[in-house]
């Protein structure tokens, strides 16, 4: 009796949540949406420290333990994906260094502005701008970029001097000032930069900076509750990539495998790109077999599940070191923490929470794939999905909106529940009529032992 009581109750809530969340729903007006990269926040940092602001910001709203990220699990390449829902293959924005072999143009991060390298892709705040909204942006890489004619409606000349405050201050005077401003992204350099000097496991230097991203989120959030924006628009945290622990007992020395004659340098570590100047045969066989920890791929045979091959501008050699090793030349050891290896490492996954209206509240995934956040993205704002890699129903159970199956499978399991104690109670009573010989309390042990469930329910 008890449970279909239960059981009722449950379908009415269901239902009446449903019904609530639909309406009105063709003329809704879509709240905007502030975007923030923590960069370099590996995933596992949120199991190994302590965050209070960020636990209160997801605990009233999502989080997702970690993203498979992009190949490279570089910054500008997974800011780009995170941005377009593409793959770097697709978008082209494919390492921290290129080298473009039809114009001879070169990228670097100190040389970024050329939109020649982004045009490939359309990033969420151009498609933002060209559906009549307007934008705004702290140092998000592109934003600055006159992508298909259009820079950020409101953006930052990247100078890492000016504070995670400034930025988020500017950021909510540009959407306070202007409601059609419907797009944000906030860019922040921690807890990368520290990773990189110390590496990740030098405990000392991470619970410092992990502190200071923590107090910024603390930050942002009395900011935004001071503004009144606080619960009126959705926000999401999240990164580009994770860190891992270098060493210089783990180097990949080319220079004795390779003659540096016989080859340009694209890019380094820890993913290489060569063009060799003569023929590739004799420097790819002497790679194949130069370290154990790193392999080395004719661009044509790069795996497919690293989506990193259909690109004119992916060199004919590409090398990946296995994870905490670095190539060098001859040199010793650049940093004590890196990132931009294989993407299926946890090592090199990042986390994303988010809180806002369309957000449930305590509502946690594992996974997802950070290519569907663009159309989640695009959900939120109401504006057509561009061609992306990444897919809306992965993530779509994170909204208030969205019918799920967990409650269905919820009621489904007390529902199965119910039938296989209600048959075990029979059955037991059955035997207990034909059998009256059996002492009681042996043949509830039995009962017991077979069903671990132990339902308070049956009772
Ligand atoms: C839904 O739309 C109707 C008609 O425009 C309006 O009267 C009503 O207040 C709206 N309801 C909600 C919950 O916004
Ligand atoms: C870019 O802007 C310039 C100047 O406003 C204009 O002449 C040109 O046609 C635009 N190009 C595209 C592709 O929209
Ligand atoms: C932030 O806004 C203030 C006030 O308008 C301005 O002086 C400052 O230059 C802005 N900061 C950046 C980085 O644009
Ligand atoms: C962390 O970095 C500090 C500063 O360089 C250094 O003194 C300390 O020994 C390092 N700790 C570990 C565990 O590597
Ligand atoms: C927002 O401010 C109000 C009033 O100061 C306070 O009661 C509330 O707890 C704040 N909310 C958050 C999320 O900081
Ligand atoms: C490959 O290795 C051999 C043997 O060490 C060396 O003689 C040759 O120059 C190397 N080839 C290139 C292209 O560096
Ligand atoms: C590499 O560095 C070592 C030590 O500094 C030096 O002895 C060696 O000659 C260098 N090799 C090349 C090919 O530059
Ligand atoms: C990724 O999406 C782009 C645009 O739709 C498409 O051209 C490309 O083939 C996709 N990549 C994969 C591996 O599906
Ligand atoms: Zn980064």
């Known amino acids: 009796m008890h449970l279909k009581a239960l059981l009722c109750l449950l379908v009415a809530c269901y239902e009446s949540a449903a019904s609530l969340n639909t309406e009105n729903a063709t003329q809704k ?94 990033p969420i705040w151009v498609s933002v701008q060209k559906w009549g909204y307007k934008s705004a942006a702290a140092m998000w890489p592109g934003t ?12 930052m000349k990247y100078d890492s001097k000016v504070s995670f405050r400034e930025r988020l201050g500017n950021i909510t005077t540009w959407m306070t000032e202007d409601n059609s401003v419907k797009f944000a992204a906030l860019y922040w350099e921690e807890p990368d930069h520290t990773g990189h000097i110390f590496g990740p496991e030098n405990t000392t230097e991470m619970t410092r900076a992990l502190k200071e991203v923590d107090d910024d989120v603390g930050f942002m959030m009395e900011h935004l509750n001071n503004s009144g924006l606080w619960g009126k628009i959705n926000v999401i945290i999240t990164s580009d990539h994770g860190m891992v622990q270098c060493s210089k007992d783990r180097l990949i020395k080319l220079d004795q495998c390779i003659s540096r004659s016989s080859y340009t340098l694209v890019d380094l570590t820890p993913v290489a790109a060569l063009v060799p100047i003569n023929d590739a045969t004799d420097l790819y066989k002497n790679l194949s077999n130069c370290h154990p920890h790193m392999k080395a791929y004719l661009k ?19 090398l990946v070191a296995d994870e905490g090793w670095t190539i060098v030349q001859n040199g010793s050891l650049p940093r004590l923490g890196d990132h931009g290896y294989d993407n299926s490492l946890s090592s090199m996954h990042p986390f994303l929470a988010a809180n806002g209206p369309a957000f449930r509240k305590g509502y946690r995934m594992e996974t997802i794939n950070s290519v569907d956040l663009y159309p989640l993205m695009c959900h939120l704002l109401g504006i057509p999905e561009m061609p992306n890699n990444g897919s809306f129903s992965h993530i779509r159970c994170t909204l208030v909106s969205e019918k799920c199956t967990d409650l269905a499978v919820v009621v489904g399991i007390v529902i199965g529940v119910f039938i296989v104690l209600t048959t075990l109670t029979f059955l037991f009573r059955l035997m207990k009529n034909r059998d009256p010989s059996s002492s009681r309390p042996f043949a509830r042990l039995e009962l017991q032992e077979d069903d671990d469930d132990d339902d308070p329910l049956l009772e």
């Open 29 to 122: 007006d879509f709240p905007p949406l502030l975007l923030i990269s923590f960069d370099g926040f590996r995933a596992d940092y949120l199991k190994k420290y302590s965050f209070p602001n960020l636990q209160k910001f997801f605990s009233a709203g999502v989080l997702i333990d970690h993203l498979t990220n992009v190949f490279v699990t570089k910054t500008f390449p997974n800011h780009y994906s995170l941005a377009t829902g593409l793959y770097a293959e697709s978008h082209g924005i494919l390492a921290s260094h290129m080298f473009d072999p039809v114009t001879k143009k070169k990228f670097s991060l100190e040389d970024d502005t050329d939109p020649f390298w982004w045009n490939e892709a359309t």
């Open 144 to 155: 600055d970029v006159m992508i298909q004619n259009h820079t950020s409606t409101n953006f």
């Open 300 to 318: 044509d045979a790069v795996p497919d599940k690293l989506h990193y091959r259909n690109n004119e501008r992916i060199q004919p050699i590409i």
